[in-house]
């Protein structure tokens, strides 16, 4: 089909019906390095702004690190650009494998499968694994890669209420007479901060003769005692029958992703599924920057530890200026502000200020629980937190919502 | 069916709805975004668990379940 002017007119549509509904996504361009301090250029053609970021996903501080740059220097010299090919063709090196086997250790299981990314990681296990005669059981705040990767595969489908283990449990006797169930959870969930029950959850599985899934994204590398996940802070390590988490956020930052657990679980996307088998893999400078991420966090928790200090400062420091913060101790802290005009507004005071972070609202979030997501890092010096305490606070007094409880705030601005 | 048409709202209302919103037998459950497509599979389970019927998935469609009243009608068709 030509692409003509009436199909133009359509999409043209759609875009500034986008646009009129405050939904159109704009990309803020980054000149500098992923780090604490960059220098952003926004609007487009804007003159270059240094600001403090605290939107990233970069926990651990390492999408810049100099330790990890060298080794994905070392990994382009040594084992190329690409692969120009699928893994079961000609796609798989030494280090691929290599980086299996130290995820493996890393999150205490019996195998992994590396991945182009978490998306695909989530977009291709439970089709690999499970059948129509089964049953997937999420809870109804999962990531949206898993909700995709649900909807790909001919099991049954139910949800259970977020994180209510009795809700749970009432699911897992519904649909106990099932070939096989299998329990859905994020580790740490992306928009609130909060963690799975894994520990309730696996009495649950185990009790019931179910599986247990765990997309763990927001939480490896530095949550629990040595940063392994929220496996490890629930006291359940080598009880999660399937882990898939990514290279993209705390572990270097780069991209791809993986799934980790079971070893014949494994071995079935390796056979089966689809993003692992019509797509190529990690490209080799990223998986050895990734070999060197693990190298570091293995010798030492020095910065999940700072990381765990510079949370609890950054959330004392809002709570002391009378900003509502959601409960919970991950460095994932939305600041309350129920209203999506005035996250907006915030937003874009913060950002004159110097502090770049990002309002979230409907749909991404429930209607009427618009808020800043602020993401803490081990990157970040306490001169950073201060700073954008500092902003937060004279943004919050302009908007008169320090202090002030939710009520009032929907009061003031409405939801 | 009246009792019916209560024991189906009451599920749906501890299974779907997390806030004050209030429930008709005539509510849009699924075009209302009351219940989404995902969780259907629990409500048609427990119809045929409750009333030990089995209702083809041809026919456990987002319009047959749209309402109490509309799901009541559907549970009838197979109650006979």
Not at chain 1, 192 to 197: E, F, I, N, R, V
Not at chain 1, 372 to 399: D, M, N, P
Not at chain 2, 40 to 48: A, D, G, I, P, T
Request: proline share 3%; aromatic share 8%.
């Amino acid at each position: 089909m030509a692409y003509t002017d009436k199909t133009r007119g359509m999409y043209t549509e759609v875009l500034t019906n986008l646009k009129d509904a405050g939904l159109f996504k704009q990309e803020r361009y980054i000149h500098s390095a992923q780090a604490a301090d960059i220098e952003v250029e926004f609007p487009s053609g804007a003159s270059l702004k240094k600001v403090i970021n605290i939107c990233a996903n970069n926990y651990l501080g390492l999408s810049s690190h100099p330790e990890v740059v060298k080794a994905a220097h070392a990994g382009l010299d040594s084992h190329g650009y690409g692969m120009s090919s699928v893994r079961f063709i000609c796609g798989t090196q030494d280090i691929h494998r290599t980086l299996e086997q130290m995820v493996t250790k890393f999150l205490g299981t019996e195998d992994t499968i590396l991945f182009p990314s978490c998306m695909d990681a989530n977009a291709g296990v439970f089709e690999a694994v499970l059948t129509k005669d089964d049953v997937m059981i999420s809870d109804r705040l999962v990531h949206a890669s898993i909700i995709d990767g649900i909807r790909l595969c001919s099991a049954m489908h139910d949800t259970f209420k977020h994180s209510d283990m009795g809700h749970l449990e009432e699911k897992l006797q519904l649909h106990n007479d099932k070939r096989l169930k299998m329990v859905i959870t994020d580790g740490v969930f992306s928009m609130d901060g909060d963690t799975a029950k894994l520990d309730k959850m696996v009495e649950l599985c185990e009790k019931y003769d179910a599986l247990l899934f765990v997309d763990d994204s927001h939480s490896s590398g530095f949550i629990g005692k040595t940063g392994r996940g929220t496996h490890e802070l629930c006291g359940v390590m080598g009880k999660i029958d399937i882990i898939t988490t990514t290279f993209g956020k705390g572990l270097g930052g780069a991209s791809g992703g993986c799934v980790s657990g079971r070893k014949e679980l494994v071995e079935m996307c390796r056979q089966k599924a689809r993003p692992y088998l019509f797509s190529n893999t990690i490209a080799p400078p990223v998986v050895a920057g990734v070999i060197k991420v693990l190298e570091i966090l293995s010798a030492s928790t020095d910065r999940r530890d700072k990381l765990e200090k510079n949370t609890a400062f950054w959330r004392k420091g809002l709570l002391d200026a009378g900003l509502i913060i959601k409960d919970g101790d991950t460095p994932i802290v939305p600041v309350m502000l129920f209203n999506a005009k005035l996250a907006q507004d915030v937003s874009r005071d913060l950002y004159d200020e110097g502090i770049y972070a990002i309002g979230f609202f409907f749909p991404v979030v429930p209607q009427g629980a618009a808020r800043i997501r602020t993401q803490i890092s081990a990157g970040h010096e306490i001169h950073h937190l201060e700073k954008a305490l500092e902003a937060f606070r004279k943004v919050g007094k302009k908007y008169n919502i320090l202090g002030k409880t939710k009520q009032e705030i929907i009061d003031m601005y409405g939801m | 069916m009246e009792d019916m048409k209560e024991i189906i709202k009451d599920y749906v209302i501890k299974e779907y709805v997390e806030d004050d919103t209030e429930l008709t037998y005539d509510s849009p459950l699924i075009s209302g975004g009351i219940v989404d497509s995902f969780s259907m599979v629990s409500l048609k389970r427990f119809l045929e668990n409750k009333y030990n019927i089995s209702i083809p998935d041809d026919k456990a469609t987002p319009e047959a379940f749209d309402s109490v009243n509309k799901i009541c009608l559907l549970v009838n068709d197979y109650l006979k």
